[in-house]
């Protein structure tokens, strides 16, 4: 299971890079593993603005849909369209083409709330 060590987690198994102003948002190596092969990826947040914790959308698998919290409170500026023609991109490359959002994070004390990559080793049992 690949946990890079430079990214911080959530209790929910997604991962967050830190870009300047903005932070890029997707789903973890094992909750992909965990939901099994991605069909769709829905994101109809793009310029909202919206609360740690709330739902930005939803990735739906063979099997299940489950819905995708935001970590940390911010404006979602920007959507990996890739995804709209190639969820599987998810599966395949989770940390790297895989990405699901950009955000502008309005408080960027709320990264301190985040996991480490060990932390999150952890929680997943890895």
Same mark, same amino acid.
């Given at each position: 299971?690949? +946990? =890079?060590?430079?990214?911080?987690?959530?209790?929910?198994?997604?991962? $967050?890079? +830190?870009?300047?102003?903005?932070?890029? +948002?997707?789903?973890?190596?094992?909750?992909?593993?965990?939901?099994?092969? !991605?069909?769709?990826?829905? $994101?109809?947040?793009?310029?909202?603005?919206? *609360? #740690?914790?709330? !739902?930005?959308?939803?990735?739906? #698998?063979?099997?299940?849909?489950?819905?995708?919290?935001? =970590?940390?409170?911010?404006?979602? +500026?920007?959507?990996?369209?890739?995804?709209? *023609?190639?969820?599987?991109? $998810?599966?395949? *490359? =989770?940390?790297?083409?895989?990405?699901?959002?950009?955000?502008?994070?309005?408080?960027?004390?709320?990264?301190?709330?985040?996991?480490?990559? *060990? #932390?999150?080793?952890?929680? $997943?049992?890895?």
């Amino acid at each position: 299971m690949n +946990i =890079p060590s430079d990214l911080k987690y959530t209790k929910d198994h997604e991962w $967050v890079r +830190i870009e300047n102003d903005s932070i890029t +948002i997707g789903i973890t190596d094992f909750a992909q593993s965990e939901l099994g092969d !991605i069909v769709y990826v829905e $994101v109809e947040t793009v310029d909202e603005t919206l *609360d #740690a914790e709330e !739902i930005f959308g939803t990735v739906e #698998a063979v099997k299940t849909v489950s819905d995708l919290l935001l =970590p940390v409170s911010g404006e979602i +500026i920007e959507f990996n369209e890739t995804l709209e *023609d190639e969820p599987e991109k $998810v599966n395949s *490359d =989770p940390y790297g083409a895989g990405w699901m959002i950009k955000v502008k994070c309005s408080d960027l004390s709320q990264l301190d709330d985040l996991m480490s990559a *060990d #932390a999150y080793k952890v929680l $997943v049992g890895a």
